[in-house]
């Protein structure tokens, strides 16, 4: 399965998931509270929980977020390790976001490359 949902992304390093989301994409963190807390948060990331994540990012949805804005929106998938998220990013560009994606080796390799992190604790 995992392979079958990669074979259509264009999938990206931490670094360039940050110059995207600098320049606008829109970066999704679907890692749940406890990995949150855990690890930290990446500054500027929507929080949506994976079970949730379809309905919130169809554009069609009447309980989309306000980024939802078209098929065309940027959204970078952010899980743990970068397996979720290519599950993720694969639905979501079944339901026709063309520009889904999600980050290699998610937050564990955006944390090793230094990325901008916050403290997740409460």
């Known amino acids: 399965m995992l392979e079958a949902a990669r074979r259509n ?3 990206l390093t931490p670094e360039h ?3 995207e989301q600098v ?4 970066l999704v963190d679907t890692r749940t509270l406890d990995q949150r807390r ?11 929980d994976r079970n ?13 977020i306000p980024q939802a804005t078209g098929d065309a929106v940027r959204v ?3 899980c ?25 080796g998610g937050f564990s390799a955006w944390h090793a490359a230094g990325l ?7």
């Open 9 to 11: 992304l264009v999938r």
């Open 17 to 19: 998931a940050f110059v």
């Open 23 to 26: 320049g606008g994409a829109v």
């Open 38 to 48: 855990r690890g930290g948060e990446v500054p500027n990331a929507l929080v949506i």
């Open 52 to 64: 949730v994540l379809e309905w919130r990012l169809d554009p069609t949805s009447p309980d989309r």
């Open 76 to 78: 970078i998938v952010l």
């Open 80 to 104: 743990a390790e970068g397996y979720s998220s290519s599950l993720a990013a694969a639905s979501l560009q079944g339901l026709g976001l063309v520009n889904a994606t999600d980050v290699i």
């Open 116 to 122: 901008p992190v916050v403290s997740g604790q409460d």
